[in-house]
């Protein structure tokens, strides 16, 4: 069973537009939540994360929230631009030495001009 | 050469071949991990690696032998395959094990014929 789901495999938003991009999660003892991108042939790269004691990170055109009562999380992006289209991994853990992370199956976004 | 390295970028190989993966983290880390991404589902854990002792193996098969000779660098040997095996096998290290910003590679292209 998946424990992080990401339940849009894909996402067209048009040039300057915001995206936003949904994750879910089953586990309640997550408490450490990142998104990476990434591109095709290249690995996965970090883009934000955040931890479970704030509701919101910011990081330039970048957002995270956190909505733990929903086990939600979702990433905006304002403005979109044609290099942000990419697939978009959510990943939660535990934190702490003892936790791995778990990743969603992915979102592609393609952010059109 | 900086971040993490991984060779070869492509590999086709018959079921019968012994190949090798090899990972080179340029980061100063102490985690090493692989990870098989297939088609429409989520990044796989398979491997953890903590100062080059093993503390994870993900229930994977023994067809995949991971090797750590040091803190910087990983091995996936490969041998007797099936074609299901065929994936995206990613590399990825972190200062520490645990549920922590991971930085990966470029992936190898694996298909096994």
């Known amino acids: 069973d998946q424990q992080v789901k990401q339940n849009s495999p894909s996402l067209s938003v048009q040039e300057g537009r915001i995206s936003i991009l949904n994750c879910d999660y089953t586990n309640s003892m997550f408490d450490y939540f990142l998104w990476y991108k990434k591109y095709p042939a290249e690995g996965p790269t970090f883009l934000i994360s955040i931890s479970s004691i704030k509701d919101k990170n910011e990081d330039g055109r970048f957002t995270v929230f956190l909505n733990k009562s929903a086990k939600h999380l979702s990433l905006h992006i304002v403005p979109s631009q044609p290099g942000d289209s990419a697939v978009y991994f959510c990943?939660?853990?535990?934190?702490?030495?003892?936790?791995?992370?778990?990743f969603g199956k992915g979102t592609k976004l393609s952010v059109k001009p | 050469e900086t971040g993490v390295t991984q060779t070869p970028r492509h590999l086709v190989m018959g079921m019968t071949n012994k190949k090798s993966l090899k990972c080179e983290q340029h980061?100063?880390?102490?985690?090493m991990y692989w990870y098989k991404q297939s088609a429409k589902k989520p990044l796989e854990l398979m491997f953890v690696y903590n100062f080059k002792e093993q503390t994870e193996n993900n229930s994977v098969p023994s067809r995949f032998s991971p090797e750590c000779p040091n803190s910087s660098h990983l091995f996936l040997h490969l041998h007797t395959l099936q074609p299901e095996d065929s994936a995206l096998y990613l590399c990825?290290?972190?200062?520490?094990?645990?549920?922590?910003?991971?930085?990966f590679g470029p992936g190898t292209r694996l298909t096994v014929t």
């Open positions: 990825a290290s972190s200062q520490k094990t645990g549920g922590f910003e991971q930085y």
């Open positions: 980061l100063g880390h102490n985690a």
């Open positions: 990943a939660a853990s535990q934190g702490g030495s003892q936790g791995n992370l778990i």
